[in-house]
């Protein structure tokens, strides 16, 4: 029986948890709710000095098994099991953006922002959960679950590298990391269509 959450009273709270949550599915819950509240007026923003307060690393699950970027094995081809390791991957990075993104809400919530840089990237958070509920679903359809491989732990370094600054967070993560991610997606969609996987093309 799962233990009943508490309900956050500021942004930078709910953000907090989101990231400490251990069960990805946990932190989807989490980021809805949150969501949820934030839109409706729910949830104040939670000012605070600084940001020093977040997690220096997101709560994880038992597995997968994170190696450096240099260790990780290579992906199979193709057939299902090629498939599967793609979804796989794009899981990892979907779940490493749900904490990225509800990192930066609640270490930036003390910066003067407008109220609609929040309303924005709260949006983004909620979207990145939805991504990774939708992959970790197909996941179980094709027979395979969120840590079933290896994955690495570079996208976490790169928040880990911007803690201190809003301005690098935000060239680093939606600049650089967020549009590699959509240069090789027309690509992976065109190889899942190939393969007449229309399911995992359409999420």
């Not at 990075?93 to 003067?112: C, K, P, Q, S, Y």
């Not at 201190?164 to 991610?181: F, I, N, Q, S, Y």
């Amino acid at each position: 029986m799962q233990a009943a959450r508490s309900t956050p009273d500021s942004l930078a709270e709910a953000a907090f948890g989101i990231v400490r949550a251990s069960d990805p599915l946990e932190k989807v819950r989490r980021a809805q709710d949150a969501a949820i509240a934030w839109h409706q007026g729910r949830l104040s923003l939670g000012l605070r000095s600084s940001g020093s307060g977040m997690p220096d690393r997101p709560g994880r699950p038992g597995r997968p098994v994170l190696l450096p970027p240099r260790e990780m094995p290579r992906r199979s081809a193709g057939g299902e099991k090629g498939r599967i390791a793609l979804l796989h991957s794009i899981a990892h990075i979907e779940l490493n953006a749900v904490d990225m993104t509800w990192d930066l809400i609640g270490r930036f919530a003390h910066e003067a922002m407008p109220a609609a840089f929040f309303d924005d990237w709260v949006q983004v958070g909620l979207e990145e959960a939805k991504h990774f509920d939708l992959l970790q679903q197909r996941l179980a359809e094709l027979g395979g679950g969120y840590g079933d491989l290896p994955a690495h732990d570079g996208l976490w370094q790169s928040a880990q590298a911007t803690n201190h600054d809003l301005t690098a967070r935000l060239a680093v993560v939606p600049l650089v990391l967020e549009a590699r991610g959509l240069d090789v997606t027309p690509a992976m969609i065109d190889n899942l269509t190939r393969a007449a996987d229309h399911r995992s093309a359409a999420i």
